[in-house]
């Protein structure tokens, strides 16, 4: 009995790893920049005539939309432009340029709709570097086709001499074609702030590599399956050798 009572708690535990493993695999979440492929498209801005000051370089829109994505300020059409200036504050951003989007934010303001980036051909990942105020979030509200909102995630930067700065990476299991990002004080989650990015990067799908631990789950399943008893959660069935 005390066999059997292991067979079945070792095939219980590796049911729910299995089930652990699949419901994780189906959800989306933050991540780093090394979970991005030497196949992924980045925009550095560098390309343009950056400006030395916020709104001095030209307006940024369309003129990424071969390489599969554009931009859009609805509260401040054309006000984000590929500067200089700001560059150097954002963690990990290359020289020269970075995308100063602004937002308002001053007393008394309406509030911005938050910036978009498009994509005309879905995605899977999606991050770039950000910078902008102390004491605030970046917020970024994830649509898939047909404007699903699929999740909306928060990022905390780390100080810099601008304020606060960081990576913002994102991956889902379907596909991305949209992105919404504010910033906001965390004193008045209602308030935008301007902010800047830099090195976007963005791929589509690849066939993920096989987990350890999914090898490990299906290794005890078939542990459980070798043994000639059938298992029935509780007792085990056995044969009777019919009369002679």
């Not at 000051?53 to 030209?58: A, H, K, R, S, T």
């Not at 602004?102 to 879905?122: N, R």
Request: hydrophobic fraction near 35%.
């Amino acid at each position: 009995m005390d066999n059997l009572s292991r067979k079945v708690r070792l095939l219980r535990l590796s049911l729910y790893v299995l089930n652990a493993l699949i419901c994780s695999s189906l959800r989306g979440g933050v991540i780093d920049f090394s979970s991005f492929t030497n196949s992924a498209t980045i925009i550095t801005f560098d390309d343009l005539t950056g400006g030395n000051c916020n709104l001095c370089g030209p307006s940024v829109t369309n003129q990424y939309a071969s390489r599969g994505v554009v931009f859009n300020n609805p509260s401040f059409p054309g006000q984000d432009t590929a500067d200089m200036n700001l560059t150097s504050g954002i963690p990990n951003s290359s020289p020269s340029n970075a995308l100063f989007v602004d937002q308002g934010g001053h007393l008394g303001e309406t509030s911005a709709m938050p910036f978009q980036i498009l994509f005309s051909v879905p995605v899977a990942t999606v991050g770039f570097d950000y910078g902008s105020s102390l004491d605030s979030f970046l917020c970024i509200a994830v649509y898939g086709t047909n404007d699903t909102l699929l999740e909306t995630l928060t990022y905390v930067g780390t100080p810099t001499w601008l304020g606060l700065g960081g990576f913002a990476g994102i991956h889902e299991s379907t596909p991305i074609t949209r992105l919404d990002i504010s910033y906001h004080p965390n004193y008045d989650s209602s308030r935008t702030f301007n902010f800047s990015i830099d090195e976007l990067s963005f791929e589509g799908y690849s066939a993920p590599e096989s987990p350890t631990e999914l090898l490990v789950a299906i290794g005890l399943f078939s542990i459980v399956l070798r043994h000639r008893k059938p298992i029935v959660f509780g007792f085990t069935k056995t044969r009777k050798r019919p009369p002679s």
